[in-house]
Nanobody
Framework: QLHFVESGGGLVQPGGSLRLSCAAS????????IGWFRQAPGKEREGVSC????????YFTDSAKGRFTMSRDNARATVYLQMNSLKSDDTAVYYC??????????????????WGQGTQVTVSS
């Protein structure tokens, strides 16, 4: 069964950092764009970032620019989201998903087919 396993979430104080990992199970990442999405209580799921299949392009929602970075290690079938200067508004369940490069820049969840179970990120003092 194809799926992702996310990890690295937790409770962090405002201004702190977390690194989320997204490990593929049952498939390789070589030809897939990988996106990170999040959903806060009572809100719709939103796209946070995406890395192209080559790793040469990354895209971020405006609120994440300058604070978050993405990287990928295809040999480990793992993608990372480094989150710095975290704010309370970043509190959400974070999901990774695989899709086509075409959808990467849009940060829209349509076109992303394989999802993980999510990892909770809570930013609070």
């Amino acid at each position: 069964q194809l799926h992702f396993v996310e990890s690295g979430g937790g409770l962090v104080q405002p201004g702190g950092s977390l690194r989320l990992s997204c490990a593929a199970s049952g498939f390789t990442l070589d030809y897939l764009a990988i996106g990170w999405f999040r959903q806060a209580p009572g809100k719709e799921r939103e796209g946070v970032s995406c890395i192209s299949s080559s790793g040469g392009s990354t895209y971020f929602t405006d609120s994440a620019k300058g604070r978050f970075t993405m990287s990928r290690d295809n040999a480990r079938a793992t993608v990372y989201l480094q989150m710095n200067s975290l704010k309370s508004d970043d509190t959400a369940v974070y999901y990774c998903a695989a899709g086509a490069d075409y959808y990467c820049s849009t940060l829209q969840d349509k076109g992303f087919d394989v999802w993980g179970q999510g990892t909770q990120v809570t930013v609070s003092s």
